[in-house]
């Protein structure tokens, strides 16, 4: 099982960033994919989640409230490749990003860091004043 996550990096703020996690070693759409973060000196923290619903209709998505109408998370179920775009960019975004997946079965997604099963080495996001 791999999870490789790139497109981290140095911007100013105000600035965007997209990040990928390519996924491999495991059926991607069994699974809930979720974006982390951890700043210095702080816990880590979920960010945004995505899964397939199996019915045809829009995956299911959840933001936490700092990165709501700035972040989209979108996945390319035929690359096994989640994204996260994140625009208007602010200082406190600087972490460093972890994919992490966890199996929807049984208890679906619950994007807690806790509840995932496979995580990614992590890539670092500066945001510059």
């Known amino acids: 099982v791999q999870l490789v996550e790139s497109g981290g990096g140095l911007v100013q703020a105000g600035g965007s960033l997209r990040l990928s996690c390519a996924a491999s070693?495991?059926?991607?759409?069994?699974?809930?994919i979720g974006w982390f973060r951890q700043a210095p000196g702080k816990e880590r923290e979920a960010v945004s989640c995505?899964?397939?619903?199996?019915?045809?209709?829009?995956?299911?998505?959840y933001y936490t409230d700092s990165v709501k109408g700035r972040f989209t998370i979108s996945r390319d179920s035929a690359k096994s490749t989640v994204y996260l775009q994140m625009n208007s960019l602010k200082p406190e975004d600087t972490a460093v990003y972890y994919c992490a997946a966890e199996h929807l079965i049984p208890y679906g997604s619950t994007c807690r860091a806790g509840g995932m099963d496979y995580w990614g080495e992590g890539t670092l996001v500066t945001v510059s004043s």
């Open positions: 070693g495991f059926t991607f759409d069994d699974y809930a």
């Open positions: 995505i899964h397939d619903t199996g019915s045809g209709t829009d995956d299911r998505t």
